[in-house]
């Protein structure tokens, strides 16, 4: 159950809230095409053979490579590992760059799932978050890929946005379900350090969050969804039964994965390791034959943290026999005491010896699994 990630580092322009490693200037895409696809044969043993049942192009805007690129990068893979039939296979997708065109051209390959980054319908709001696209881009894109057969759809949108009002909000999401997608991932909107957003906050020039907006938007999402039929399997992803995200599961699950490409992390069961967040700096390294990346090496502390903080999270919740045996009573023992207060509070629950959060508790989600750790 093995995944790869590949990141691709290229963007038309920058949105101002993103805080991913990206650049928009194309002059070396070639080279770095080169590179990745020496890394790909450089890291085939990274996973010890396991087969491969997902791949994620991510980014930057992966849908901004050729067609022909793609397919080369999928040559790349299959040579070097070995990837299970019917794979899921997403690729990242602005809607101005799902053209019918592009879209005919995709359906020749192995993608088999978009990612599409429509984040709001309203035009206002692209504008203020510097998005490439417009609304009419969004429902067509989704629109064309469907037509051409692609069921398997998530799209991105984005909550807390500043002069989003609760009717807007309820609107994004009524478009979304009636438009048929499958998957929805829904953000609040974070104003990271050192982005284009967090000038524009500092400066006077948008306003910041509001976290009681914030509250509100993510009560008013819970309430649709479920009335939708959408399962909120992590806190913030849904889908229609049969539509989870396999590879964004597996990250939650602990599986392994390989990142290739810059800024691009890999798990191996035991440590982390994340390569250099530096287009250059990347090429560099593997035309060398020496990867630029940086490890760490789980102790037993931080792999049980770990594990909290992502299963609780999902509709899968923290199980505490795993902890008892994976980890000890130590651990065990702290985590039980710990998830007491929230239990009382109504903001955690105990169900066949598994912890659950509570929509009450989804909203303090990082608080309550910081509490849990040791």
Not at 340 to 362: H, P, V
Request: negative net charge; proline residues 2%; hydrophobic residues 35%.
């Amino acid at each position: 159950m093995a995944g790869i990630y590949i990141h691709i580092p290229f963007c038309k322009q920058a949105c101002n809230y993103c805080d991913f490693h990206f650049s928009t200037s194309l002059k070396n895409k070639e080279a770095f095409l080169a590179a990745l696809k020496k890394e790909i044969e450089l890291q085939t043993e990274y996973l010890s053979g396991e087969s491969i049942s997902t791949i994620y192009f991510g980014g930057g805007t992966p849908s901004m490579l050729a067609q022909h690129e793609l397919m080369e990068i999928f040559e790349a893979l299959h040579k070097n590992f070995r990837i299970e039939q019917g794979s899921e296979i997403t690729l990242e997708a602005n809607p101005d760059d799902l053209t019918l065109k592009k879209i005919t051209e995709l359906k020749g390959s192995p993608v088999n799932r978009f990612s599409i980054g429509i984040q709001s319908f309203y035009d206002e709001d692209l504008k203020l978050m510097n998005r490439a696209h417009n609304a009419n881009e969004a429902l067509d894109a989704v629109k064309y890929a469907q037509d051409n057969g692609f069921e398997n759809i998530t799209i991105d949108l984005i909550y807390g946005i500043p002069g989003l009002t609760e009717h807007k909000w309820r609107n994004n999401l009524q478009i979304a379900f009636a438009i048929g997608v499958k998957h929805i991932s829904a953000y609040c909107l974070t104003v990271e350090p050192k982005t284009a957003l967090a000038h524009a906050v500092k400066t006077g020039s948008i306003k910041n969050v509001n976290d009681a907006e914030s509250v509100k938007h993510f009560e008013i999402m819970l309430e649709g969804m479920k009335t939708n039929g959408f399962i909120q399997y992590e806190i913030s992803n849904f889908c229609k039964e049969g539509f989870y995200s396999m590879h964004n599961s597996n990250y939650w699950l602990k599986e392994k994965y390989l990142g290739l490409g810059p800024s691009a992390h890999s798990f191996d069961g035991n440590s982390r390791q994340w390569n250099v967040s530096n287009n250059a700096l990347y090429i560099k390294g593997v035309e060398s034959n020496q990867l630029n990346y940086e490890k760490e090496v789980l102790n037993t502390d931080q792999k049980y943290n770990e594990y909290v903080l992502t299963s609780l999270r999902t509709i899968w919740g923290t199980d505490l026999q795993y902890i008892s045996r994976s980890f000890g009573e130590k651990y065990l023992s702290n985590c039980k005491n710990e998830a007491s207060k929230y239990i009382n509070a109504e903001e955690l629950f105990c169900r066949e010896n598994k912890l659950f959060l509570t929509d009450k508790g989804k909203l303090i989600a990082d608080r309550i699994a910081g509490d849990l750790f040791i």
